[in-house]
């Protein structure tokens, strides 16, 4: 059975292959509607891959430009793969038909495969949380999860008319200031970008515990462990030294304190996850499992990419459309922390400065820079959040802010509660 399923997928793709490079809405429809691990034959979902490449960095894609992001070995092959499937291609008039027909073939693939690896748990006798994580999958590969809404213009319009008055929901930071200014709503995607050692950790690590009061909260974590953040965060909620937590030297005054903070722990709704080697198709699995609200990936840069990549650019650019869709597709907000290059070691970082790939810039519905206006005098706490990119509001503004090392926390220089009275958050 699984067998005929992989013979037509082989004749199905090149296909679709053929009608992409002949038919512009063939082309469209294919990049909008397919993922490229709906392809199962490799030839043919490297192509796609490229063309979906080419697609986020607004190039021309025919034959002659995919060929030329190939390998030097490989061109020749890759040439006449695409044209033998552009002349075998009789009519593009069945392409929708065809989107369609690759898109049922996927998902019965990938539930067989979901469905033995279930059936090996089984027969292995694994523990039951490993079968449950198992048809968990399942089903999210299945596309249970995701949020397909189609509103046609006049319930649009009634939409809006009877959300007149009600106060729209945002997540809140627990930075007052940046509340004011960036709004995080649901499905969205917001990338915190900053140099190494500016304090990107710390600064989501604070978010992630004050969104955890009201919200389901997942913290991924790819290069620290969640020992060493419960540390950050203990410093700061308990207002206690950091330097006293790493190094073993916490008086007993200051234990006393931390062991009062229990009760607040158990009421917070945060989990990390140590998540060295994950995908964003893992990453949305878990999420989704434990039915999150807002998700943390620090940082984009070490997740894995489920399809080979070329390079970094490729790599990122990957990453940020996966994590973007996973947003939009499941209403989960998404915030990513992104390394910036070294061109922003001296001045203060722009756009452009975002490290890899401009998909992230067209991705993200917001983008914040942490900058450090003078890193070499005793002032270097003094901290500036740059409001790069601001879907809902306004950009290119700043807040002041101040580093307190000692305690893990960001807080606003001389701020006043009174200020802050009227911000519309979820309770």
Known sequence: MINEIFFVDNQLEKAIIGEMLLDTDALRNALDKLQISDFSVHQYKRIFETAVILDNEGKTIDPLVIVGRFPTNEKGNVKNLLYSCV?????????????????????????????????????????????????????????????????????????????????????????????????????????????????KTALSLQMAVSMAERHKVLYFSFETSANRLYERIIARVANVDYGKIVNGTLSDADIEKIKKLQPYFDAINLVTVEAAGMTVEQIKAMAIKHHAEIIFVDYLGLVLTSAPVNNSYERTTQISMALHNMAQKTGIAVVALCQLSRQANRTEPDMTALRDSGQIEQDADEVLFIHTPDEESERRHEKKLIVAKNKDGESGTFIAVEFIGKYQRFQRPFETEEEYTDIPFVE
């Open 87 to 199: 002349n075998e291609t009789v009519s593009t008039a069945a392409y929708a038909e065809h989107i369609d027909m690759l898109k049922r073939i996927s998902a019965r693939r990938k539930a067989y495969q979901k469905i033995m690896m279930i059936s090996g748990a089984i027969e292995e006798d694994a523990d039951p949380e490993s079968i449950q994580s198992l048809v968990d999958d399942l089903a999210i590969n299945m596309g249970f999860g995701e949020k397909k809404v189609e509103i046609n213009s006049l319930q649009g319009f009634n939409r809006f008319v009877d959300s007149i008055g009600q106060k729209k929901e945002y997540f809140r930071t627990g930075l007052n200031a940046l509340d004011k200014q960036i709004k995080i709503g649901k499905g969205h995607f917001f990338v915190i970008g900053a140099r190494p050692s500016q304090g």
